[in-house]
């Protein structure tokens, strides 16, 4: 499985790090800073999609994670969690919305 910020099971609020999910890999292989340049470029992936289309794929990933076992209710908080400080409040409301539909 590849470092993908869209694998939400790699992702370890506590510690601050992040890895790809894979157990034969320490959370030391792939840092903040690798999860933070996989952030920018879905960022820039993203970036000319209309709120609509943003949800539509939203529920993709969110499908897509929950049939692979890679998605549990307190893994979309630590999402959340991460991603809030750079959201404007209406956009936490939004955010937070989503994620309290598909728990």
Same mark, same amino acid.
Do not use: W
């Given at each position: 499985?590849?470092?993908?910020?869209?694998? &939400?099971?790699? $992702?370890?609020?506590?510690? %601050? !790090?992040? /890895? /790809?999910? /894979?157990?034969?890999? %320490? *959370? !030391?292989? #792939?840092?903040?800073?690798?999860?933070?340049?996989?952030?920018? =470029?879905?960022?820039? @992936? #993203? !970036?000319? $999609? *209309?709120?609509?289309?943003?949800?539509?794929? &939203? $529920?993709?990933?969110? #499908? @897509?994670? @929950?049939?692979?076992?890679?998605? *549990?209710?307190?893994?979309?908080?630590? &999402? #959340?969690?991460?991603? =809030?400080?750079?959201? =404007?409040?209406?956009?936490?409301?939004?955010?937070?919305?989503?994620?309290? !539909?598909?728990?």
């Amino acid at each position: 499985m590849s470092k993908n910020v869209r694998n &939400f099971k790699g $992702y370890n609020n506590k510690s %601050g !790090s992040v /890895n /790809n999910g /894979n157990k034969n890999q %320490g *959370s !030391s292989n #792939y840092t903040r800073a690798d999860a933070e340049q996989d952030v920018q =470029s879905q960022f820039n @992936k #993203y !970036s000319g $999609y *209309s709120e609509n289309q943003l949800i539509d794929e &939203f $529920y993709k990933e969110v #499908y @897509k994670q @929950k049939q692979m076992g890679n998605l *549990s209710p307190e893994m979309l908080e630590n &999402f #959340y969690n991460m991603m =809030s400080p750079n959201m =404007s409040p209406a956009q936490k409301k939004k955010m937070k919305a989503l994620i309290d !539909s598909i728990k």
